[in-house]
């Protein structure tokens, strides 16, 4: 059982907007910052949100990340048939002294 | 242009130990913390091991402390992981990344060598 959580799936049609959450505590998500990587299938993961909210170079405003207590979300608009992907969230853990990701959240475009 | 080749994985029985290599280039290797990352088939991602700049600082999850070891040669811009004592459930993909800014933001990737354990 991952330390922090991520629904498993979630689904949409192009051009809608879509949220992944991922929940933890105070020792991970609480008080580290919160990365975001789309993994798909049979390439290398990729990150698309580092710091909570940034975005790295080369990665389009549609992809976009939030934190709020101990959960982050990251949202993703105009979604596209190559957004599907897994979705993981990560972060350090002061208590384990890891870094931690979540279980991995499967998008599909319908 | 960043890239990072891993190398090193293949077939290894029980107890067998194996060597992973990540050849970096693109960047000052120096200057990055860098990791391994694995996803075992089926499995999402799993944090493996981080080292520091120097080779001072060095973390691991719980799982393969003991048994793997993380290294880096500066000068030959490479990060190895000396995995020992390996077990069925250390089948995996093994990626190397490099750290950006923070400690969990992996911006990037090599593109993994698979690990299989099995008699």
């Known amino acids: 059982q991952s330390i922090l959580t991520q629904p498993p799936s979630v689904s949409a049609t192009p051009g809608q907007k879509v949220t992944i959450s991922c929940s933890g505590s105070?020792?991970?998500?609480?008080?580290?910052?919160v990365s975001w990587f789309q993994h798909p299938p049979g390439t290398a993961p990729k990150l698309l949100i580092y710091d909570n909210d940034k975005r790295p170079s080369g990665i389009p405003d549609r992809f976009s990340g939030s934190k709020s207590g101990t959960s982050a979300t990251l949202g993703i608009t105009g979604l596209q048939t190559g957004d599907e992907a897994d979705y993981y969230c990560?972060?350090?853990?002061?208590?384990?002294?890891?870094?931690?990701f979540g279980a991995g959240t499967k998008l599909t475009v319908l | 242009e960043v890239q990072l080749v891993e190398s090193g994985g293949g077939l290894v029985k029980p107890g067998g130990s194996l060597r992973l290599s990540c050849a970096a280039s693109?960047?000052?290797?120096?200057?990055?913390?860098m990791t391994w990352v694995r996803q075992a088939p089926g499995k999402g991602l799993e944090w493996v091991s981080t080292?520091?700049?120097?080779?001072?600082?060095?973390f691991y999850t719980d799982s393969v402390k003991g048994r793997f070891t993380i290294s880096r040669d500066n000068a030959k811009n490479s990060l190895f992981l000396q995995m020992n004592s390996l077990r069925a459930e250390d089948t995996a993909v093994y990626y190397c990344?490099?750290?950006?800014?923070?400690?969990?933001?992996?911006?990037?990737w090599g593109q993994g060598t698979l690990v299989t354990v099995s008699s």
């Open positions: 105070s020792s991970n998500i609480g008080n580290n910052y």
């Open positions: 990344a490099r750290v950006g800014t923070g400690s969990s933001d992996f911006d990037f």
């Open positions: 990560g972060t350090w853990d002061s208590s384990l002294n890891a870094v931690v």
């Open positions: 080292i520091s700049t120097s080779s001072r600082y060095i």
């Open positions: 693109g960047f000052d290797f120096s200057f990055y913390l």
